[in-house]
């Protein structure tokens, strides 16, 4: 069955970089995208971007541009996304989204990373 | 940037009782990239509906959805128990992705 499964909740301070992993199984790995999405405290959810695990090709949110990393690793069918000079406003559960490639909706969800940024 | 405005921000029903949910789009989204997701405490949002009318896979039949140009509908004919949570609308044809502010299905 598909599965992702990300890595551990993180607490970081104001400035510092957070590399959160996200390990696929149960498909094909380069045959479909992964978005990054997150959810404040309380709050709605936000599209950060998203990686084409095949060629390794990425779309960033404008609000995370310069500030956000995707990368993947084929080897291992897990994709990390680096977001630095972090905020308190960064706190938030980060979910890796599977889709296929295009426009087609999020149909696998991790099951959420916390990252707190507190100094 | 395409901007999904959902109402009521809340609603307090009662299990067996209709619920209707709104989403508005700032401009016209292809009906075919438009998805509704529930959320419950804890979890990580689930696809309920995806091409403004196709159930996901597993999903009920009291869950339906409707709409097309900036108006979308998530419809639940008889509230089960386990319906009370948020629902968020999306839009997945173009860049951002963009979702609502969800609207919480809350037991009356």
């Known amino acids: 069955q598909v599965q992702l499964v990300q890595s551990g909740a993180e607490v970081k301070k104001p400035e510092a970089s957070v590399k959160i992993s996200c390990k696929a199984s149960g498909y094909t790995f380069t045959s479909y995208y992964l978005h990054w999405v997150r959810q404040a405290p309380g709050q709605g959810l936000e599209w950060m971007g998203m990686i084409n695990p095949n060629s390794g090709g990425t779309n960033y949110a404008q609000k995370f541009q310069g500030r956000v990393t995707m990368t993947r690793d084929t080897s291992t069918s897990t994709v990390y996304t680096e977001l630095s000079s972090l905020r308190s406003d960064d706190t938030a559960v980060y979910y890796c989204v599977r889709a296929e490639p295009g426009s087609y909706p999020f149909d696998y969800w991790g099951q959420g990373t916390l990252v707190t940024v507190s100094s | 940037e395409i901007v999904l405005t959902q109402s009521p921000g809340t609603l307090s029903l009662s299990p067996g009782q209709r619920a209707t949910l709104s989403c508005r789009a700032s401009q016209s989204v292809s009906s075919s990239y438009f998805a509704w997701y529930q959320q419950k405490p804890g979890q990580a949002p689930r696809l309920l509906i995806y091409?403004?009318?196709s159930r996901a896979t597993g999903i009920p039949d009291r869950f339906s959805g409707s709409g097309s140009g900036t108006d979308f509908t998530l419809t639940i004919s008889r509230l089960e128990p386990e319906d009370f949570a948020v629902y968020y609308c999306q839009q997945y044809g173009s860049s951002p992705r963009t979702f609502g502010q969800g609207t919480k299905v809350e037991i009356k």
């Open positions: 091409g403004a009318s």
